[in-house]
């Protein structure tokens, strides 16, 4: 058998881009003879580890004078298409291949078509996003082979595939799901089989089977280092290994967890091992860290950098997550006269035209709002108006106080123009009312009536639009369409319009590269802005699986969260050791307002800030100003709504309220209600969003006060109260939760042992920066740390890791601020569906199931009972325990884990209710909600602890 040859560098080695292809060119590429090196190229096939890399050794070899150019190939699906290619003709697959889209496409259709089949129970929610879950574990199932026995059955792929028992492991899956998965992964393949289909992963397996010796004996093999392969991949190259002609790998120096997942780890064969020295650095390497607050500000100084020192050195741009930086890349760096590769292709999605096109389903869903159809109108793709009847239709509807729905029918007797707008209100009532093939015809030709596309920019993607569109009037497409409504077509549409990429004709800076920090390994670079770097992005955050454990996936041959931890520590590491100028920074806040902190692997390098300016937060929320019109009627109304200031619309509703308590006519709240139509009408749509989605808090809040609940959750005012002055439980509850989120999101999937408490100075450190962050003055700062971290007595944090080892031992942390939606978590009310929505501080695991825990830092005695809890006054670990049971698995305990330095550090169990007592006591409220019930209920302490008590007619 041959020997393999492996080169192995350091991952500093400035090299180590090159060195492989340079030993490719010095043992194949050096005959005087051209004809020769011809036929010597054909039969070399390079395996890079990206594309990006790729494009790089093309340019190398341009800027070298390099005549001949080998086979260059990803791993993956580039390599299989490229050993497929070489199989003759005549013995070729004779099925047809599917994409990821249309696959998603006959899942849905199976989905639906034998729901009560797949679903007899009618707990599980059918969302659009449910084929995709499925479709991934069914790759997952292909890509690793897998063949699994559980008590209701089995999953084989393949007979070759590897038998796992998971019986007696009933602790460690969800066995309902995984029922489910198994019948819906046999009526997939069954479909496939009879309609002369394959998918990517069966034409993948069935090149390795076909691959002949003959054919592979004739290559030579390159292969650049590759890590976290799937089942799939280590099948093909171990066939290479074996059969091809020559094989030379390159490896690195780096302590891989799970090595049988890399391309050298699975070889089996004779190897021969080539340490390469360590190449001594040229220069002195220079790195500097900077903080910002936003994303935005870590893409203007790179382009100032860019302009004020020029482009003698080309500008390397990586991030952990590059894509999140496209849209802030194409509204900045034009400004700079830069324009990046990136900018070179966009996705489908952001065409104004395929915009214009998505935006007939969002008009739909928001029932014909005034804002989203007269946008739509306005398009200069639309071709139903006029220009001058364009200019006139915002100011009618406005006149005419058109908000949604029917209200579009006053325009009847208005200008002629006006009667075509109904028209299309017409047209798109009946498309929502239509299914399956019925629904793609008449959605075409909407298009085609509407859409007027001039700029040739606009037609290519618009075209492939339409194909994509198009091709589900075919078999055996059209039938698996048949039950689909406008749900399914807009998830299909927008899915399909994210996923596919056209080039653009712009002109692009190839002093610019733009590339993910997951495809820069074994690259080489003399300048590079690292950016983006925050936690949970470097490394990323484990995934919450709904299926398997952790633990059982590392059993049945996934990588591990380990694994994938030590290659992104990699990627970054070698990054940072192969350049001699690098820029560092991470923001603050995302464009949502969530909050983030730096990312581990920067722990140590001292931070230097470019910005003088104050990050800018922005909280409030956008009011809605149908509910100020109906309580604050008056001359300003038309002013309100095209105010800017937000908190001065808030105030206005506001003053509306105090001055309706006045006149005494909040007496009988539903009375009020009732007196207005149009009022009426809002708070039915708030309570039925509210349906989507309610937390424990909302219905707490509904229990103590209906009124208080009718002001915050209803009309919208909760957030009109300025915090207080000094240090009140609030901020300290805020600093301290996100403490703790921050300190065991680093630990997810370990036991805590004795040894946490020699973590106490990371601890500190996340502490010291959510102090920075969340604290609002100088004073509440000092005091927080004396509390928290203090050096000078136990502080409060130490204490809690103390607590930690003494009652918590060997527990395993499952997951931290973990949420649930109404999608997943519901029950039935009357018949109807109430959605529960929430996030829970801490989810634990001992031998015997989960343990909720709940962060508390006020004193004990406020805590709920569990008498309240039982009557239905308290429904935070009831709702939070029925999420968990649904999603994960059974609880077995629920506590509060009280933080206070006043009453230390304690844990305070609460019983665990029925699901029924549960359901019977949301019900209950959630019907006096439904009935407009909504009377203030009167409390010796409401005047000074209720921060409505100014709107409060009981309180005069």
Known sequence: MKKIKIYKLTIDNQEKEFYLLKRLYEKHLKSDSFLENVMRVRKIIYVANSRDKIRRIKRYIRTQTLSFRPRLVTIGEPLFELLYDNIPPEDRLTKHVITDAYAKIILRHLLIDKRRYLFPSADFSLSPETSDFFLDWIKKIKEYNLHLSYREGEIKYRKDASHFDLANKENRFNERLLSILGKVFTLYEQFLKDNNLVDVSDKSWWVIDHLKPNLLKEYSFYIEHLSI?????????????????????????????????????????????????????????????????????????????????????????????????????????????????????????????????????????QHFRRRAVVSFLLSPYIKLLKEKEKRHIDRITREEMIVSGNDWKRLIDRQAEMSRVLNFIGELTILKSKKGKAFIEHYLSLLDSLLNIKDETEIKPYNKFLEYILSFKREPVVRTIREFGIKDFQRILFSYSQSVKVPIEQMVDERIEMLDLEETSGMNFERVFLIGLVEGKLPKEPQHNPLFSEKLLEEMGFPTYDMLYALSKFNFESVMKSVKKIYCSYYKKDEKGNVFLESPFLQGMEREELISEKDRVYTLLEWQMSTGEIIHKGEVINEILLMEDMKKRALLIRDGIKRLRDENRLRNVKSLLLSSNEFHEYVKKRIDGLSKG????????????????????????????????????????????????????????????????????????????????????????????????????????????????????????????????????????????????????????????????????????????????????????????????????????????????????????????????????????????????????????????????????EII
Request: proline share 4%; with cysteine.
């Open 229 to 365: 392969l799937r089942s799939i991949e280590q099948n093909l190259f171990r066939k290479i290994y074996q059969q091809s002609k020559t094989v030379s790998l390159l490896d690195f120096f780096y302590p891989f967890p799970g090595a049988r997942f890399t391309t050298t780890g699975i070889i089996d064969g004779d190897k021969e091992v080539i340490e390469v020295d360590k190449t001594e650095r040229e220069c002195f390497q220079e790195i500097k860290l900077h903080p910002f607050g936003k994303k935005e500000h870590e893409v203007d100084a790179i382009a100032k950098i860019g302009d004020n020192e020029g482009f003698d050195k080309k500008i390397v741009i990586v991030s952990p997550d590059i894509d999140d930086y496209e849209k802030i890349f194409e509204r900045i760096f034009p400004r700079y006269s830069m324009y990046p590769p990136s900018l070179s292709r966009r996705k489908l999605s952001q065409f104004p035209v395929i915009k214009t096109c998505l935006a007939i389903f969002e008009i739909i869903n």
């Open 694 to 953: 309610i937390s424990a808090q909302g219905l707490e809040t509904y229990q103590r006060c209906p009124y208080n609940f009718f002001l915050r959750y209803i009309v919208g005012i909760g957030e009109l109260e300025e915090p207080e002055e000094g240090l009140d439980n609030l901020i300290r509850g805020k600093v301290i939760h996100k403490i703790l989120a921050c300190f065991y999101k680093r630990r997810l999937a370990r036991k805590i042992e004795k040894n946490l408490l020699n973590d106490w100075e990371e601890m500190r450190k996340i502490a010291l920066d959510a102090i920075e962050e969340l604290a609002p003055g100088v004073r509440d700062r000092i005091l927080l740390r004396l509390e928290l971290i203090s050096k000078d007595y136990e502080s409060l944090l130490h204490k809690f890791l103390n607590k930690e080892v003494k009652e918590n031992i060997n527990h395993m942390l499952e997951d931290v601020e973990w949420k649930f939606t109404g999608k997943d978590v519901y029950i039935k009310c009357d018949g109807e569906r109430l959605g529960l929505v929430g996030r829970i501080d801490r989810i634990d695991r001992d031998n015997d199931g989960l343990i909720i825990f709940d962060y508390k830092t006020g004193i004990k005695n406020n805590l709920p009972s569990n008498r309240s809890i039982d009557e239905g006054e308290h429904f935070q670990f009831p709702i939070y325990t029925l999420a968990v049971e649904k999603c994960l698995e059974k609880v077995i305990k629920t506590a509060y884990y009280v933080i206070n330095s006043k009453e230390g550090i304690s844990i305070e169990e609460r019983k665990i209710i029925p699901q029924e007592l549960l359901i019977s006591n949301i019900s209950r409220v959630w019907k006096e909600i439904k009935g407009l019930s909504f009377e203030p209920k009167f409390k010796s302490n409401c005047a000074t602890r209720c921060i409505f008590n100014e709107l409060c007619p």
